[in-house]
């Protein structure tokens, strides 16, 4: 079953030429997000930076947009997210950012309306933490960080 939900998507003030997020392929995951710098912005080799994206959302409670990097940027030119994935609260009403880092050797040139980074969007389950005396046991118990070899 797919799941469906409306998400309000909003222009900030000043970006009313920004391009909206866009799904390049129907089935896509993930909608790309565009700079909204103003003509264009340079990463240097090592350098993040917030970059604008020029919209705001509000999201039904249950949900949450994650911030992804591109592929193709990262291959190509070492342009990842730095927090990836970034989390966008469904009760965050700011400007969607995305904090982006080159990983490359090239100082990278990022272009108003640009495709930066994509934005997957998750349901999120509610959940209740109740705190015990002690949890069940398994056959990993506290193994981990590489314990079954590798
Ligand atoms: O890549 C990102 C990550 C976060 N945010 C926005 C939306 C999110 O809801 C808010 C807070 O993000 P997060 O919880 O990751 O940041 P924090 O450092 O824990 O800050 P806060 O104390 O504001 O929650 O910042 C972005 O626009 N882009």
Do not use: W
């Not at 980074?117 to 046991?137: H, K, R, Y």
Request: some cysteine; hydrophobic content about 40%.
């Amino acid at each position: 079953m797919i799941l469906s939900y409306y998400v309000q998507i909003n222009k900030l003030p000043g970006n009313e030429e920004v391009f909206l997020p866009r799904k390049m392929s129907e089935q896509a995951s993930g909608y790309d997000l565009f700079a909204a710098v103003d003509g264009e912005f340079t990463l240097a080799p090592g350098q993040r930076a917030l970059i604008p994206t020029g919209i705001a959302l509000a999201m039904p409670d249950g949900l949450e947009a994650q911030i992804r990097p591109r592929s193709g940027l990262a291959l190509k030119h070492g342009i990842t997210c730095l927090n990836t994935p970034g989390t966008i609260d469904a009760d965050y009403r700011g400007e969607i950012k995305v904090l982006l880092i080159n990983l490359g050797q090239e100082p990278f040139v990022i272009c108003r309306n640009e495709r930066i980074a994509q934005m997957v969007f998750q349901a999120v389950p509610s959940i209740t933490l109740v705190e015990v005396e002690q949890l069940s046991d398994t056959e990993r118990g506290a193994g981990g960080f590489g314990h079954t070899g590798k």
